[in-house]
């Protein structure tokens, strides 16, 4: 049977990049069953809202979502309800993708454009659990209130062991697959939701005794990360913490425009949709990378849709065209290089599809 995707475009440049994508799962010869539909700010303007019931509808009947990316500026003025990134949360909610799955690799010939050293982030090759439904950005009460006092702003940072359990396995999984080294991060000398996190998963560190675990509190983790990188295997943190730290660790891979992400529920459907913005500024303009997409659609493949082999030719082809040289605007080094070729979104994605190796 085929696999049923669910295509959301959005908006700026996750409309313009996410025809390259399909483009790019169609070349492989794998049977798949496209539908698409709005969400964020694209949405807000045809259907008055950011997740209109008709895109979730179809979001739950698809094998895998693929995203765009949603926001922009011209939103920006909008009710915090009625934002485009208020469909993201929604359709994160509605399917109930819990755990968020980040990984931070950086591709040898992008060493040179990480805001590190070199030699701090060679052979680079990190994964971010991040918790996706729970925590401070869905917790209640929340909101701001006006008194005799002024203005009140609450949000309510909030975990229950189940919503912890449950992502905690999910990192546990992953990293006895890998290098079988989990570090949780959260900032337990203050906040009691997470030392309840903290010894939830110190539970069930107990069943994977063959996993190395460690606990850092946010703020070591931030330094760390920007220290010494390649100490990490899998790091496994709440929502918002993972929000951060996730972005910090894809500046050391060179670029946004790289990093993939995937978001799961307990079934195995997942969303999956590149790390960077909409960025407005660009769309349109045939510069964005296509790359972060096309590495998401990958994961789709390996995560929901369990074509593995499929996966890893778009990694093999992602990585040959690195080699080529070929090099969009943000992964171009600022100095000239005479083995590296600028090329804008079209001639990219081309590029990639041209280097895909035959199916076994």
């Given at each position: 049977m ?7 475009p ?25 539908d ?7 949405a807000?303007?045809?259907?008055g809202t950011?997740l ?5 509808a ?5 094998d895998?979502v693929?995203?765009g990316?949603?926001?922009?500026p011209k939103w920006?003025?909008?009710p ?9 949360l ?7 993708l819990?755990?968020?799955?980040r990984?931070?690799?950086l591709?040898?010939?992008l ?8 030699e701090?982030?060679a052979?680079?090759?990190?994964l971010?659990?991040?918790e ?13 209130t006006?008194?005799n ?10 975990y229950?062991?189940r ?10 999984d ?16 203050v ?6 996190w ?8 107990a ?8 606990h850092?509190?946010v703020?070591?983790?931030a ?6 990188p ?8 709440g929502?918002m913490?993972g929000?951060?730290l ?26 999956y ?12 303009q ?6 972060a997409t ?8 390996r995560y929901?849709?369990?074509e ?18 070929l090099?969009t605007?943000?992964?171009l080094p600022?100095a000239?290089a005479?083995?590296?070729?600028p090329?804008g ?10 280097a895909?190796?035959r199916?076994?």
């Open positions: 085929a696999h049923r995707v669910l295509v959301i959005g908006d700026g440049i996750g409309a313009e990049i996410m025809p390259h994508a399909v483009r790019v799962l169609q070349a492989l010869r794998v049977d798949f069953e496209f698409y539909a709005d969400m964020g700010g694209c807000i303007d045809e259907h950011p209109p019931p008709a895109t979730l179809a979001a739950h009947a698809a895998a693929l995203l990316a949603v926001g922009g920006d003025d909008l915090t309800d009625k934002r485009p990134e208020k469909g993201l929604g359709l994160r909610s509605g399917l109930d819990f755990a968020n799955l990984p931070a690799l591709f040898p010939p060493a040179d454009a990480s805001s590190l050293k070199s701090l982030v052979d680079l090759d990190m971010i659990v991040r996706l439904t729970g925590g401070i950005y869905f917790g209640e009460p929340r909101g701001i006006v008194d006092g002024g203005r009140r702003g609450v949000n309510t940072y909030v229950d062991e919503e912890i359990i449950r992502v905690a396995r999910v990192a546990f992953l990293a006895a697959k890998r290098r079988r080294k989990l570090t949780s991060v959260d900032k337990a000398n906040l009691e939701a997470t030392q309840l903290r010894e939830v998963v110190a539970e069930v560190h069943d994977y005794p063959d996993v190395e675990l460690e850092l509190l703020d070591n983790a330094m760390q990360l920007v220290r010494a390649k100490q990490f295997d899998v790091v496994l943190t929502n913490f929000d951060i996730s972005d910090v660790a894809a500046m050391l891979t060179g670029s946004l425009g790289m990093l993939p992400s995937a978001s799961l529920n307990s079934a195995g459907q997942g969303m949709e590149p790390v960077h913005g909409t960025a407005p500024d660009i769309a349109g045939n510069v964005a990378n296509p790359l096309i590495l998401s659609a990958a994961m789709m493949l929901s849709l369990h593995a082999d499929a996966a890893l030719r778009i990694e093999k082809a992602v990585a040959d065209v690195l080699d080529q040289g090099r605007a943000d992964i600022a000239d005479d083995d590296l070729r090329v979104t079209d001639e990219m994605a081309d590029a990639v599809i041209a895909l190796p199916a076994p």
